[in-house]
């Protein structure tokens, strides 16, 4: 257990909607880092948040958001979902903004139907 | 950062020592080796990261060759839940926030 949290742990939608996956980092971290899992593209960073802050991006399309709450639990919105979006999104967080080590929470699959 | 090349899969008999070569020709004297793995569709795992001395944690070894152009992650004795997918990563500590993950090697343990 990396201390890391997400929900929900499965998804399924229809193309066109919107949805907003929840991260919780562990104790103490200030960063968090989204990635994104599909089968044709692997792993691939989305963007990083620190103390609340956004502090980098990606390979984060136009129509997905994310953010850090004062708690510095982070959510991902995503909106006019495809087909294509279907993958699973972790989340990472760190100690501090230099992601040295990152622990990956278990992810979100999600399902674009 | 510096990109890196792994074998595709390999297999390694239970309570056998695997070892996970990866080539970072091109690393620069400032960048870590990290490896991180991923069971089956788990969130990936840190491992073990190293600058250019050898490393030890209770998970794993990791040797660095002196030039720093290749290393090997060593599990000194393989069990069936380690079969998954392994991703050496280089990259700047400092002033850097993302890994680039690679296609890593698929390592089965077998029975």
């Known amino acids: 257990d990396s201390g890391v949290t997400q929900t929900p742990k499965h998804l399924i939608t229809a193309t066109g909607q919107r949805v907003t996956l929840r991260c919780s980092p562990r104790s103490g971290d200030l960063s968090v880092y989204w990635y994104q899992q599909s089968l044709d593209q692997g792993l691939q960073f989305l963007i990083q948040y620190y103390n609340g802050e956004e502090r980098a991006k990606g390979n984060i399309l136009e129509r997905f958001s994310a953010q850090q709450f004062p708690d510095l639990h982070s959510e991902l919105n995503l909106s006019s979902l495809e087909l294509g979006d279907s993958a699973l999104y972790f989340c990472a967080s760190s100690l501090d903004a230099t992601g040295d080590t990152q622990y990956f929470g278990p992810g979100t699959r999600l399902t674009v139907l | 950062d510096a990109k890196t090349t792994q074998p595709p899969s390999m297999d390694c008999a239970e309570g056998r020592a695997a070892n996970l070569p990866c080539n970072h020709s091109t690393i620069s004297g400032n960048e870590y080796v990290y490896w991180y793995r991923q069971i089956h569709s788990q969130g990936p795992q840190y491992i073990i990261h190293?600058?250019?001395n050898n490393e030890t944690n209770e998970m794993a070894s990791l040797i660095i060759t002196e030039d720093r152009k290749s290393s090997t992650l060593i599990l000194p004795h393989a069990t069936l839940r380690d079969t998954a997918v392994y991703y050496c990563?280089?990259?700047?500590?400092?002033?850097?926030?993302?890994?680039?993950f690679g296609t890593g090697t698929r390592l089965k343990v077998l029975a």
């Open positions: 990563i280089v990259r700047v500590v400092a002033g850097t926030y993302k890994y680039i």
């Open positions: 190293g600058l250019k």
